[in-house]
């Protein structure tokens, strides 16, 4: 039965996808959603390292970052193979995981946090100061798209198939993951890192595979990004964006996939909408993200059931 | 000589921002403290300080006036900060506490960004221009009132803690907030004076600043980091660890612009804590409260 | 041939001796109690034997083989396998991932093939979940399987956490102080379940204050007294034991 209903599953997203695709006008709403898309395969992956292992990541902008330069460099400057370049910056970002994370994630809490941070900043200044490399702060132009065996994905609508193909396949991988041996082990890292030690879980060695597995994706969204967008500046890759990742994390409900979804979509079209408010644009979002963490910790969904929950309670004079 | 010159310019230049990193890594250090949060809008109140001050002045009161007014005013702002977007959240784990004070500083920076725009204001320096020679470097007059002045708010930040009444009140309840509460301290209170407070020696860092780098509207985002980068490396327990790591931190940053790269003179902090927290957490001279949520 | 052997196992904390020269062994498939007043060391010997601390002297052999040093999820591998003295469940997660936590150490689906869900891993999946539901049967909570960890009743917890360890399959189970918190009937059924747990070949080193519960349960027991072993025998040796009626038993065993 449940594979069935799992397949199911599969064949509405595809649908969805495909529906979406090829109705949607203009290539404004194109862009937008190929931008949700790419924002949801970092969350995805960030959402595995801090909702289920709860871990902390204040810089997986980096990740993201070197995989958009890694794909750019490679295949403007370079002329080398999209999908080659793709997994030229899944080794950096993977490299660059392992380097950072194995002192690391010996660190608790806050700690954790501000080692992820302090690493983050260096790479969006490396980024920045290589400029012979990187084109420097006003950004790398002129990348091409990508391409599969002499196959070019140039059109914002190939990009668009392209972006959530990897999200339909990402998503398959996370959900075994979570439903997995390893999910559940990480899970009882969460809960308990001395109980699942005591139950013979490597409990370092997996928290540093599933912060590489989580720096991966995030690489993979930025190769999407570098060759959908065509251009790429570090200023996307700051200390903001990092903090933006997890916030979409948190809105969308730590430890839910799904909410993965939700989180990106919210986060990603809010600056949009509130584009109209012109210089107050920041000031709003800044009170948003307040707000929303003040008073829906748990997350948008689970945080407004609470609401209703709450309201009802009171409704029946308990 | 010369490079005796050279390197006295370095540690002179070390020592006026080191200082001034010092004082805001005291206010994240006073807050950590006492509620075990990292409050990401410490930098926007250093960035407040200077561009109140810059305009209190202008609007015609005289320096010391409008150095006082700007402190209080941002320090009122620090109050009720906390009692609007702490308070509020005091159960909330540390992510959503993150989260919400970094939204606290984007709010306080879009603010100073519709307030003020994107100029950058001077303020003249607090008794002059004319730079000192000594062995063949120099020194601004405004360098040394930051390390006077840094010095004695650290002194009498100590004296306050460790002599006067509110100040064990303070550090009782983040020791141990229920045991605090059962002599009567209202915890809550004192959560809001380290707010107020932090906010204080922020607003006094931006002013102090001010003469030197301008007041400009996203000056506080780097600033605070690096203040907190600052704390980290002295440790977050003790005021004098966190200035020394504020001053070790400037003499780092002068010396590798000076002799490496200038471009690179901002990872120079980050590099730093990354190094002090994968050897030596705690910090380098810190107890550092055993926090580890 | 001991199971387990402690020679002169010492360890102190910033100049306090916790536990000092303390030599002991277990026999395969005995029950072995160790017992002593609060703070004599139980928990920190404990947490030597398991790798949560590593002696400052001494040698922990587990089956010939050297054990202090090794990390605790190493010693698990092993075959030692643990309770604890304040419950540590997997709260968010149900009462039958909690025992399929425990069964880690005897599956092997890593990343790759879970994430692609290769078929031998469904199959390895469907194993750890029957295996885990019998140790939930052997317990008595096979019908709070899918129920929220934390929901649970004390008594419960200490259940589960006892068939997560067993799901491990281990050679020595270390109960630590198992009977806390439980009242009569539910002892009572701990004693059954340890004398069940010894018939599947298991041995048992187990830490405990109720006395009846210890003295009818355990074969030989070990006394601990600040750090140090104090004595070491069948329960009637230690009942008559001077020393040790002075440092612990009294009033106590006389009920």
């Known amino acids: 039965m449940k594979r069935a209903h799992r397949w199911l599953q599969a064949l509405l997203f595809s649908l969805l996808v495909v529906l979406a695709g090829s109705l949607l006008p203009g290539t404004y709403y194109v862009t937008l959603l190929n931008l949700i898309g790419i924002h949801i395969i970092i969350v995805l992956g960030l959402n595995l390292l801090m909702g289920y292992a709860g871990q902390i990541s204040l810089g997986h902008a980096a990740f993201f970052g070197l995989g958009a330069y890694a794909s750019g460099i490679l295949t403007a400057t370079y002329k080398v193979e999209p999908v080659l370049a793709l997994a030229a910056g899944l080794l950096l970002s993977a490299g660059v995981a392992i380097l950072v994370g194995i002192p690391a994630l010996k660190l608790k809490g806050y700690y954790l946090a501000m080692a992820t941070l302090g690493f983050g900043i260096i790479v969006a200044i490396a980024l920045q100061q290589l400029d012979w490399l990187t084109g420097g702060p006003s950004g790398f132009m002129g990348i091409p798209p990508f391409s599969l065996f002499g196959w070019q994905f140039q059109s914002p609508t190939a990009g668009f198939f392209l972006v959530w193909a990897m999200v339909g396949f990402l998503l398959f991988l996370s959900l075994n993951i979570v439903d997995s041996r390893l999910g559940r082990a990480l899970r009882a890292i969460h809960d308990s890192e001395t109980a699942a030690l005591a139950m013979g879980v490597d409990a370092q060695r997996l928290k540093l595979l599933i912060f590489v597995v989580s720096a991966l994706y995030a690489s993979l969204a930025g190769s999407l990004l570098a060759h959908t967008t065509n251009f790429i500046a570090p200023s996307s890759f700051g200390f903001m964006f990092s903090i933006k990742l997890v916030t979409m994390v948190v809105v969308g409900g730590m430890a839910s996939i799904w909410g993965s979804f939700l989180g990106a979509a919210v986060l990603t079209v809010l600056p949009e909408l509130l584009a109209v408010f012109h210089d107050l644009e920041v000031v709003i979002f800044g009170l948003i993200l307040m707000v929303v963490m003040i008073f829906l910790p748990r997350g948008l969904v689970r945080g407004l059931l609470d609401l209703w929950e709450y309201r009802q309670r009171k409704k029946q004079g308990r | 000589m010369e490079k005796l010159a050279e390197f006295l310019q370095y540690i002179f230049s070390g020592l006026t921002n080191g200082a001034i990193y010092g004082l805001i890594g005291l206010g994240f250090s006073i807050i950590f403290h006492a509620t075990a949060i990292i409050n990401f809008a410490q930098g926007e109140f250093v960035m407040l300080g200077a561009l109140v001050v810059i305009g209190f002045y202008a609007w015609g009161l005289s320096l010391p006036v409008a150095l006082g007014l700007a402190v209080i005013l941002v320090t009122v702002l620090g109050l009720v900060f906390e009692r609007l977007a702490i308070r509020p959240a005091r159960d909330a784990t540390p992510i959503s506490l993150i989260i919400i004070t970094v939204g606290g500083g984007v709010l306080l920076k879009g603010l100073a960004m519709v307030f003020w725009g994107k100029d950058a204001y001077t303020l003249p320096p607090f008794s002059g221009q004319a730079p000192f020679v000594v062995a063949g470097a120099t020194i601004l007059p405004q360098s040394l009132w930051i390390m006077g002045l840094t010095l004695l708010l650290v002194v009498g930040l100590e004296g306050f803690l460790r002599g006067t009444i509110l100040g064990k009140a303070l550090r009782a309840a983040s020791y141990n907030p229920v045991a605090a509460r059962l002599v009567g301290i209202r915890v809550s209170q004192m959560v809001q004076f380290s707010f107020g407070l932090s906010a204080a020696f922020g607003a006094a860092a931006g002013a102090l600043i001010a003469p030197i780098t301008m007041g400009v509207y996203d000056m506080g985002t780097m600033l605070g980091l690096k203040g907190f980068c600052a704390a980290v490396i002295g440790g977050l327990g003790s005021s004098s660890g966190v200035v020394l790591g504020g001053v070790l931190l400037g003499i780092a940053e002068a010396l590798a612009s000076g002799l490496i790269s200038s471009g690179y003179r901002d990872a120079v902090a980050f590099l730093i804590l990354l190094l002090v927290l994968f050897f030596r957490p705690q910090g380098l001279i810190g107890r550092g409260p055993e926090r580890t949520s | ?255």
């Open chain 3, 1 to 255: 041939m001991a199971l387990l052997s402690l020679q002169a196992v010492g360890i102190s904390f910033g100049g306090l001796q916790a536990v000092k020269q303390v030599s002991f062994q277990i026999q395969p498939n005995q029950i072995k109690a160790l017992i002593g007043p609060n703070g004599a060391g139980k928990t920190t010997l404990f947490n030597l034997i398991t790798g949560m601390l590593t002696p400052d002297h001494g040698v922990i052999t587990f089956l010939d083989q050297p054990i202090q040093g090794l990390q605790p999820f190493q010693i698990a591998a092993r075959g030692i396998s643990r309770t604890f003295q304040i419950v540590q469940l997997f709260g968010h997660m149900t009462v039958l991932e909690n025992v399929m936590v425990g069964r880690h150490l005897r599956s092997r689906a890593g990343l790759v093939a879970a994430a692609l869900r290769l078929p031998w891993t469904r199959r390895e999946e469907a194993d750890i979940r029957s295996r885990s539901l019998e140790w939930l049967q052997f317990v008595g909570l096979a019908d709070r399987a899918a129920e929220y960890a934390a929901n649970l009743p004390l008594g419960h917890q200490r259940l589960l956490e006892i068939a997560r360890a067993l799901a491990t399959e281990p050679k020595l189970l270390l109960l630590d102080e198992p009977a806390a918190g439980l009242d009569i009937a539910e002892t009572e059924g701990l004693k059954d379940f340890i004398f069940a747990i010894r018939e599947r070949g298991i041995t048992v080193l187990l830490v405990e204050h109720d006395m009846s519960l210890t003295m009818e349960v355990a074969e030989e027991i070990v006394v601990l007294d600040h750090g140090e072993l104090l004595a070491e025998g069948t329960p009637r040796d230690i009942q008559r034991h001077p020393d040790v009626i002075a440092a612990y038993l009294g009033r106590d065993w006389e009920k």
